[in-house]
């Protein structure tokens, strides 16, 4: 149940089948007559997670939404991890809340009102509003997969004429709750329970609002209802917040991460468990763990190349332009090393007419929920410095509300006579963004720069061949030479 003070005062409740404090082992468990329930407050500015059982709050269970994450661990288990105090200015995470749901819906939820309340306590959205009153003052605003309602109270608060909060889930019902209990604001918001496909609106709108990026900005396929909202509510010269999107990309050496995840199938290269060989899956095992984007918060200094970026226009593309992405690749390695895959992130851009604000998910920048995503290759490639990477990153859609990732890296002939030599190297992956590996860590500190032969640490024999038929003894001397490290040259 929701209830409200005021707009500084903001609740939303869930119910709960079992809340656990992993470090302790204590669990609370509802009852007919005193559930568990989850309450999401924005009290002072601060936004928290609290859970309670009646009237009681469970003591040890606080969470701070800025500075926890949010992970699914099966269709009714999640679990909530917080950071402990910066200490020495390295992050780590000290304490977690396994969570789990009485169904599937209020799991979904759940999620979905995590991640809003956890966008309100990293203020983008708010000050990107706030900040450009002016485009929100007298105006018409729809909320597309309003959620909770809390980018629709944003708006009012930024003097809209009136907001049409549309959410297509149940979470409809939160939003009304949490909007009746700021009638001063609630009374300029109409939430209105419906596909954007399918609802009809009283009149255009001067301004779309809305969180519609997922992982890789495109994961949940939550942009193409952002577009169908815009062609069929937008009024002409109409402000969309946010207006822009883009996809980062940039090649990425981490020998500890392809270990982690080559070790997986060792497994199935058992020969005798319990009297059965287990050794002929062993190799759809090794590529089936190499299928999953790894998605997690990784150092920049791990990146090889300066990164390129695939811009979405929100204002001008069309819905089918998203059911196939095909973007070329093209950089210049900045170190001799290893390529172990793609890493990618993600920007939007809040264009307003007073303040122009980015939201970003790049690797060195404060975490998101989003984090940042890596395609492993199972098969590396070298490169030297100087030397061109080539490829393509083609995304399909599918029916689960993802995309199946294609990937592929080629490096070029280098040195004298490389205008007549063709590929040298090529790696390729299909991976489905929908499964991804949730790696829970925080970018790791290194003692030593990435370019200094990190390769090192494996032994031969796990490291899968190289085509190097086409490479002279020279040349792979260079590979094993250090270079200079990237620098400043990472960051865009």
Known sequence: MGDSTGHKHKHLEFTLAVVSELSSSSSVSSSSSTPVIARFS????????RFHQGSE????????????????????????????????????????VSIRFRNEEESRDFHSAFEQWQMESKGTYYAAVIENRVDFTGRVVVDVGAGSGILS????????????????????????????GNPT???RITVTKG???????????????????GTLLVNERMLESYIIARDRFLAPNGKMFPSTGRIHMAPFSDEYLFVEIANKALFWQQQNYYGVDLTPLYGSAFQGYFSQPVVDAFDPRLLVCPPMCHVLNFNEIKEEDLYEIDIPLKFTASVGTRVHGLACWFDVLFNGSTVQRWLTT????????????RCVLSQPIYVMAGQEITGQLHMIAHNAQSYTIYLTLSTKMWGPGAEQGGIVQTSSCKLDLKEPYYRMSQPQPYTMAQDQQPHQLLQAQDIPPIHTEDLDLEE?????????????????
């Open 42 to 49: 924005a009290d002072d500015g601060v936004a928290a997670l």
């Open 57 to 96: 709050f469970i003591d040890g269970f606080n969470v701070d939404l800025g500075t926890s994450q949010l992970f699914k661990l099966g269709p009714l288990q999640s679990l909530c991890v917080s950071e402990s105090a910066d200490t020495n200015k390295e992050k780590s995470y000290s304490r977690g």
């Open 153 to 180: 109270l944003f708006a009012a608060q930024a003097g809209a004429k009136h907001v049409y909060a549309v959410e297509a889930s149940e979470m409809a019902d939160y939003a009304r709750k949490l909007i009746t």
């Open 185 to 187: 604001l609630g009374q």
């Open 195 to 213: 596909k954007v496909e399918e609802v009809e609106l009283p009149e255009k709108a001067d301004i779309l609002i809305s969180e519609p990026m």
């Open 362 to 373: 790049a690797p060195g920048a404060p975490t998101t929920h989003w984090y940042q995503i």
């Open 476 to 492: 792979l001397e260079l590979l094993q030479q250090p270079s200079e490290p990237l620098g400043a040259q990472q960051h865009q």
